[in-house]
């Protein structure tokens, strides 16, 4: 507890708030909003319940094991009567879908036809239809997830007739160097997917920034930033 100060969090989450309001007014023309998630990676659960007090509504898991072991411990309503909304950010392994079908809101890391039979069948099963995001590798690093932009529209095909999975648009995490580059070709292929109007498929969600690119990130259309350590301070990984 000593690591997390409620004031610093609290303090932290207006200046954010203030650059993208900033930026979005610069930038941005098009009246698409600009959702914050938190990302929750070793925060502590009290410390994730004091944001979501804070009126952020939105919570980013990137552990099935930690957000197992962290999530009864979540405040269910805020004080408006409003459950979190949970997405699943980190990368999946098919056989731990189960895990978090029941509990999660958004898959945003879909990136093989493998991982979204899963869900498919999952969700299915559980009489629920999953939204999910196709995670996008633009930086074509080894070292990362996601499907190569070449990769995407035929997954997209794939996924499109799914009963149990809603395509709503793409994420992606950019290489740390030359992001503004990168967030510059994302922005550039959601639209171009956008505009072929791909039967079954919305590109309504595109999630992308992180607590060193979010600026540029809302610059180049993301609807929606993932900030750890921008609102939380360093993680503490123990
Ligand atoms: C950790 C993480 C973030 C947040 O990173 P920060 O740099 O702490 O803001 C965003 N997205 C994903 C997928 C992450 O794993």
Redesign the pocket.
């Known amino acids: 507890m000593d690591n997390y100060s409620f004031d610093r969090v609290k303090d932290n989450l207006s200046v954010i708030c203030d650059n993208i309001s900033e930026a979005y007014d610069k930038y941005r023309s098009d009246g698409s909003k600009v959702d914050i ?1 938190a ?1 929750t ?1 070793t925060v502590p659960p009290e410390v994730v319940n004091w944001v979501f007090s804070l009126g952020l509504d939105l919570l ?1 898991e ?1 552990r099935v094991q930690e957000f197992l072991s962290k999530k009864d411990s979540y405040n269910k309503y805020s004080d408006y009567g409003t459950p979190p909304r949970i997405h699943f ?2 990368h999946l392994q098919t056989n731990k879908v189960k895990y978090i079908v029941d509990d999660v809101d958004m898959i ?2 879909v990136d093989s036809l493998r991982l979204a039979q899963e869900i498919n069948r999952l969700a299915t099963a559980h009489n629920k239809v999953m939204d999910v995001l196709c995670e996008v590798n633009i930086g074509g690093e080894e070292s990362k997830s996601g499907v190569s932009p070449d990769e995407l529209i035929p997954l997209l095909e794939q996924l499109a007739p799914m009963e149990g999975i809603r395509v709503k648009g793409l ?1 992606t ?1 950019p290489p740390p160097t030359d992001s503004d580059i990168f967030l510059g070709k994302m922005e550039e292929l959601f639209n171009n997917i956008k505009d072929r109007k791909l039967k079954g498929i919305s590109m309504e969600t595109l999630s992308m920034g ?3 690119d ?1 600026v540029e990130a809302v610059k180049h259309g993301s609807t929606l930033v ?7 301070g360093a ?1 503490n990984y123990v």
């Open positions: 998630m990302v990676k980013g990137n950010i980190g945003q890391s994420m995490i992180m607590t060193h979010y993932r900030i750890g350590t921008g609102i939380f993680r």
